[in-house]
């Protein structure tokens, strides 16, 4: 475009670049694995050789904590739309909560092992990283105190319970609804524990 400066242009490149590396990084990550992730096969797939690939990433951990910020992103960007219209009702706020986070997790195995599992040996995500799944996090203990459950335990407890309808779906039923069924109950098993009134 005329007028534009040079540095914004290369810019512009250069986001470009990372997110065509990052989207073949995803789609490597769905066909192999996580764990199954290389820098030649990602490369191949944009066009590149692999070396290039570290003039937009210092390393493989680089891609993955881009991969991980982007995937906890996108999760923020989707909660805001679920938690606005989310029911004034107590329980049915919970599960609505506890929904949207299943229907999530349930939808990507790659994503959510990244997000959630680390299953990558030696991968811990950067402080850029990690600052959309912590905000993710801040927004889920903002709930649970309008809800009146403001004890760190309890806001673990309602976590530990996600991750293990989630671990199970993906470990014995993926694609079915085996455990993601029992999504209601188990919210209501918690909401009786910690105080919650029922209807």
Same mark, same amino acid.
């Given at each position: 475009?005329?007028?534009?400066? =040079?540095?914004?242009?290369?810019?512009?490149?250069?986001?470009?670049?990372? =997110?065509?590396?990052?989207?073949?990084?995803?789609?490597?990550?769905?066909?192999?694995?996580?764990?199954?992730?290389?820098?030649?096969?990602?490369?191949?797939?944009?066009?590149?050789?692999?070396?290039?690939?570290?003039?937009?990433?210092?390393?493989?951990?680089?891609?993955?904590?881009?991969?991980?910020?982007?995937?906890? =992103?996108?999760?923020?960007?989707?909660?805001?739309?679920?938690?606005?219209?989310?029911?004034?009702?107590?329980?049915?706020?919970?599960?609505?909560?506890?929904?949207?986070?299943?229907?999530?997790?349930?939808?990507?195995?790659?994503?959510?092992?990244?997000?959630?599992?680390?299953?990558?040996?030696?991968?811990?995500?950067?402080?850029?990283?990690?600052?959309?799944?912590?905000?993710?996090?801040?927004?889920?203990?903002?709930?649970?105190?309008?809800?009146?459950?403001?004890?760190?335990?309890?806001?673990?407890?309602? =976590?530990?319970?996600?991750?293990?309808?989630?671990?199970?779906?993906?470990?014995?039923?993926?694609?079915?609804?085996?455990?993601?069924?029992?999504?209601?109950?188990?919210?209501?098993?918690?909401?009786?524990?910690?105080?919650?009134?029922?209807?």
């Amino acid at each position: 475009m005329l007028g534009e400066t =040079t540095s914004s242009w290369q810019d512009k490149r250069r986001t470009a670049a990372r =997110t065509e590396i990052l989207t073949a990084a995803w789609a490597v990550a769905r066909e192999h694995g996580l764990a199954g992730l290389t820098l030649r096969e990602v490369a191949a797939r944009v066009g590149m050789r692999a070396p290039s690939l570290y003039s937009h990433f210092a390393s493989k951990h680089a891609i993955y904590d881009a991969m991980f910020g982007q995937a906890w =992103t996108e999760y923020e960007r989707l909660a805001d739309a679920a938690e606005a219209g989310l029911p004034a009702a107590p329980r049915a706020a919970l599960r609505e909560i506890a929904r949207f986070h299943l229907a999530f997790a349930v939808a990507d195995l790659a994503r959510h092992q990244l997000m959630n599992v680390r299953t990558v040996p030696d991968f811990a995500p950067t402080e850029e990283g990690l600052a959309p799944a912590v905000r993710v996090l801040g927004r889920l203990r903002a709930h649970l105190a309008r809800l009146g459950v403001t004890g760190d335990e309890d806001v673990d407890l309602f =976590t530990a319970l996600l991750a293990g309808l989630v671990d199970q779906q993906w470990a014995n039923d993926p694609g079915g609804d085996r455990w993601t069924r029992l999504l209601d109950r188990a919210v209501d098993m918690y909401a009786d524990a910690v105080g919650i009134p029922r209807p």
